[in-house]
């Protein structure tokens, strides 16, 4: 395990963070400590998404930097329809 820790980089400790920021934010839309039509919801995923595509950007991968770069115009959809819904109230 040491040996393991020793390899990882700062890109790999951000993106790590990145994607606990994500699944995080998931988890508590599952079990209703978050509402995903709040705006915490997208921007806590933006948040997450874009230190993912850091540690990408060091390490690329293909597949990943495709469904982090969904994840992140989804979040701006949703921050784009938080403000949208809130101007017309």
Known sequence: MAAFLETLTLADAIGSFG???????????????????????????????????????????LASMLIESFWIAISFVGIIQHFRLRRTD
């Open 19 to 61: 994607a606990l920021i994500v699944v995080s934010a998931y988890f508590a839309t599952q079990v209703r400590m978050m509402n995903s039509e709040d705006l915490a919801f997208p921007l806590i995923n933006l948040l997450g998404s874009v230190l993912i595509v850091y540690s990408l950007l060091q390490n690329f991968n």
